[in-house]
């Protein structure tokens, strides 16, 4: 049985979406007193699978939809007080990325790692698939470089990292971020908020 103050939080650093609500998160769980366990995962994966939707938009995307939604980008980015542009590259490979947010678990250091990541590239525009750049993260982070250059192209980063997607399809999610508390779902950044107030009035 879950433990009712215990949130997933399933999430790939290549979604702006999913920046504002790691931004959220750990304000949050303090508000609430909820443990996080974080749950890496590759998103190219569960839209691979379960929403190639997304693949055809980018293809040829509605233009009001569009437009709407870098408006409500900017607004979230505003409230947040959290600066973000799109990148030149993008989207991006984030596999050893996300590889490194597995890594980062292990070391007790997530927070601070994903969160340079997610500057790196949504304010700075860094390509987060490059090795070397990645490197510099993770020693900006406080890790070994060498330990977590052999953990990211072990077999076990790769394995945990497809289990973790597969598990979010399994459990009825297709994209990042997403929230599980207690079963009930939550997608998107903007849930956030809805979490918070069904929590406050006790309804979940």
Known sequence: MQDSKHIEFYFD???PWTYL????????SL???LEITWKPILVGGVFNK???????????PNKLKLKY???????????????????????VNSVQAMRGCLFAIQEGNLPQYAGNIFKSYWQEGL??????ILLD???????????YQEFIKSSYAKNSLISNTDELINRGGFGSPTLFYNNHMFFGNDRLSLFEDLLNKELL
């Open 50 to 60: 379960v929403n190639q939707d997304v693949y055809s938009f980018r293809k040829k």
């Open 69 to 91: 939604a870098s408006d409500d980008l900017l607004l979230w980015s505003l409230l947040r007080k959290l600066p973000i542009s799109i990148p030149k590259i993008f989207p």
């Open 13 to 15: 650093c290549s979604s």
């Open 31 to 33: 508000r609430q007193n």
């Open 137 to 147: 993260i993770a020693s900006q982070s406080g890790f070994n470089k060498n330990q």
């Open 127 to 132: 390509d987060i698939s490059n090795q070397d």
């Open 21 to 28: 609500a790691f931004s959220e998160i750990l304000p949050l």
